[in-house]
């Protein structure tokens, strides 16, 4: 059964930083990776999305990594800002997508 | 364009009644998913439909719950008999046909059993 972790749980920074949100999973047969963004009471938001014969993805300040031999993804987001304060989740799997439970970010001005 | 909508947003209901929740994919996907997402559980799969398959019943957790999707567009997530337990926040998604399978989320609608 896959099992996917996000580490750390919660993070703060002061606004201008570039930082790295993580994520592993158990089962390297993977189809995609999905990184999201949620706002507090509201539904997800698609940032970036790699197949598993991707290695990353790079959308304006954010860039995620894919390496399934080790089971990890890292979204580094670069240059921080106040409206990157989100809780950020990784999924993995095709049509099911199973989640991690999230690292809830926070940018400090 | 217009992204994936649920109706209401937000429902309470006592325990022991039924509800409807309802879920409008973006148009021209074939692809409309079922989450829940709540405190103790996290975010996780409920039931999937594409095009004109059967439907992937394997996350649901009770057979209280039901789901059926109507010209392959508009979707209804029933809750029979709510307990407390079935307290969350609902969310749909839907993807467009191909292999990517990227999936793109409504607002959710909070459901409230008291």
């Known amino acids: 059964k896959q099992e996917v972790t996000q580490i750390p749980a919660a993070l703060s920074v002061p606004e201008g930083e570039n930082l790295v949100l993580n994520c592993s999973f158990t089962d390297s047969a993977i189809y995609n990776l999905q990184w999201f963004r949620q706002d507090p009471g509201k539904g997800l938001t698609s940032l970036l999305l790699?197949?598993?014969?991707?290695r990353e993805q790079t959308s304006g300040r954010l860039n995620a990594s894919l390496d399934k031999s080790s089971g990890r993804s890292t979204l580094y987001i670069a240059a921080s800002q106040p409206g990157d304060s989100a809780t950020y989740l990784c999924a993995v799997g095709a049509q099911k997508l199973v989640f991690g439970q999230g690292t809830r970010l926070t940018i400090n001005p | 364009g217009a992204g994936v909508s649920q109706s209401p947003s937000n429902k309470v209901t006592e325990k022991g009644k039924d509800v409807e929740l309802r879920c409008d994919p973006i148009?021209?996907?074939?692809?409309l998913y079922w989450y829940r997402q709540s405190l103790g559980q996290g975010l996780e799969f409920l039931i999937y439909f594409q095009g004109n398959s059967a439907p992937d019943k394997s996350g649901l957790p009770s057979d209280r719950f039901s789901a059926e999707r109507t010209g392959g567009s508009v979707s209804t997530l029933t809750i029979q008999r709510t307990q407390q337990e079935d307290s969350a926040v609902y969310l749909c998604a839907s993807s467009p046909q191909g292999q990517s399978y990227e999936q793109y989320f409504g607002p959710g609608t909070r459901l409230t059993v008291t």
């Open positions: 790699i197949q598993s014969s991707q």
């Open positions: 148009s021209g996907h074939t692809a």
